[in-house]
């Protein structure tokens, strides 16, 4: 047994702590971290997040950080989603369950542009139910994605932009 991780009767292990400390973001977007390229930053300053997002989504990247998951580039028209795990020590997406309907959510692309979000909607979802991911109702989303209820449940967080250069 993995001893970073919460068993469950299920067979579920909860991460405990991410492999490296993606808050360290001197130069973020000047190398890559841990081989994978970051796309933005995302700040969420209700549950005090500042996370690199990287470029893809696997197994390894989501030891380091949260991931793009699918959707344009951040403040492209459509639904960008990002993944991230949730922590049981809180960390990357651990708390993302106690943002609130009204909360910022920014990102900033390597260029300094920033996308300001905000929070309009968050659900439970089973975690085959794929097509949630499209059912938007604004030209610019951004939707938070991660494991709830010991892995039966994904909790989405909607977003959409209300503000960008």
């Given amino acids: 047994l993995n001893p970073a991780a919460q068993a ?26 841990k081989g994978y390229s970051v796309i933005a930053r995302l700040d969420i300053p209700s549950i005090d997040i500042s996370l690199p997002v990287l470029s893809e989504t696997t197994d390894t990247a989501l030891k380091y950080s949260v991931c793009y998951f699918s959707g344009p580039d951040p403040g492209g028209e459509g639904n960008l989603v990002i993944t991230g795990h ?41 975690p085959d139910d794929i097509e949630a991911l499209s059912d938007t109702q604004y030209d610019r989303e951004l939707t938070l994605l991660t494991c709830e209820e010991n892995a039966n449940r994904r909790l989405l967080v909607r977003c959409h932009e209300t503000g960008g250069q």
Avoid: C, M
């Fill in 86 to 126: 949730n922590y049981a020590s809180g960390a990357h997406f651990g708390n993302l369950d106690e943002v609130k309907t009204g909360d910022t959510v920014t990102l900033t692309d390597p260029d300094g542009n920033e996308f300001v979000y905000t929070v309009y909607n968050t659900e439970l979802i089973t």
């Fill in 8 to 33: 469950t009767d299920d067979g579920y292990q909860q991460p405990q702590e991410p492999a490296a400390d993606p808050n360290a973001l001197d130069g973020l977007f000047d190398s890559a971290l």
